[in-house]
């Protein structure tokens, strides 16, 4: 069995070193790196792997619930960075890039305003909450002096990677009877930045807001296909997809669904940013105990 594993793991690291480094070492020009000889992409098959059916009658338990990934600590660096991408391969952006990118060119189109998934924004919805454009002080005198406007006395500010904050994420943690384990299902994402209307103003950091919503099912293939640098091996990138599917983040549970209708914590312990993130602590361990219940008659 532990030869079979290792076999498997072998084979797996192999792909990922041909995906990562299609014909680096066999190019004679630049234009060469990258491309792949029609044998490897006939054998290519390298996509998502799907989520399993799950039974509703086989969900034991489960719970609904919201988290803040911050993009402040270490481990969460890899979703903001990078953020210059003038001087950088075009298969490396971070993830509000990535998301973005993917809603522009019609891969992602579930796109909502909230995380319960009901009202979609359009193309046009998505491009006011990032964009601002306003008329200079010398282009309104211009204008009340009659004279005409041109690009110069406009004012143009856009919502770019160096200006997400955080994501809020949610997801469903469930007991699955017949695997007889607890699991979690990503469900949506959303990037976190200062309104864009009052983005240059001071202490505009302190009040952010969720630009929109993705529901990452239907963004998977996206997600999948921008790689991430791996810092301990760069021949074997990750995926944004295998990076929010393993969890390797760190957050804090902001809301979980509850009778008062799914108030945040902040709601029921004010102006206590301690106890508050005790609160969180204490909906983990709530959750992580779950599986261990299950199992003690």
């Known amino acids: 069995m532990r030869i079979k594993s290792l076999i498997i793991a072998i084979s797996l690291f192999s792909v990922g070193y041909v995906s990562a480094q299609a014909n680096l070492l066999n190019a004679t020009i630049p234009e060469q790196v990258g491309m792949k000889t029609p044998e490897q992409l006939a054998a290519d098959n390298d996509r998502p792997l799907p989520y399993g059916y799950i039974d509703d009658r086989d969900i034991l338990w489960s719970k609904v619930v919201w988290e803040y990934v911050d993009l402040n600590e270490k481990i969460n660096m890899p979703y903001y960075y990078p953020v210059d991408t003038s001087n950088i391969s075009s298969t490396r952006r971070s ?76 997801g469903v943690w469930y007991f699955d009877k017949r ?48 790689k991430v640098f791996n810092q301990k091996n760069s021949a074997y990138p990750l995926s944004f997809d295998h990076l929010l599917n393993a969890r390797r983040f760190n957050s804090i549970i902001y809301r979980e669904e509850n009778i008062y209708g799914n ?24 959750i992580r105990d779950k599986e261990l219940d299950m199992w003690n008659y």
Not at 105 to 118: A, K, P, T
Not at 142 to 158: F, S
Not at 204 to 222: H, I, K, N, Q, S
């Open 179 to 226: 695997q007889g384990e607890l699991k979690y299902r990503l469900l949506g994402v959303a990037p976190v930045a200062p309104d864009v209307n009052f983005i240059d103003n001071a202490g505009a950091e302190d009040e952010v807001v969720e630009l929109f919503w993705v529901w990452y099912p239907g963004a998977r293939d996206t997600t999948f296909d921008m």
């Open 263 to 286: 108030r945040d914590v902040a709601e029921y312990i004010k102006g206590n940013s301690l106890f508050q993130v005790l609160e969180s602590e204490s909906l983990k361990e709530s």
């Open 95 to 170: 993830l509000f890039d990535t998301l973005l990118r993917g809603i522009k060119s019609g891969e992602i189109i579930d796109v909502y305003d909230d995380s319960y998934f009901e009202d979609k924004l359009t193309m046009r919805d998505i491009q006011n909450r990032l964009s601002r454009i306003d008329t200079s002080n010398a282009g309104m005198e211009r204008l009340n002096a009659g004279e005409e406007l041109t690009d110069e006395y406009v004012d143009r500010r856009d919502i770019t990677s160096s200006d997400i904050q955080g994501f809020r994420i949610k």
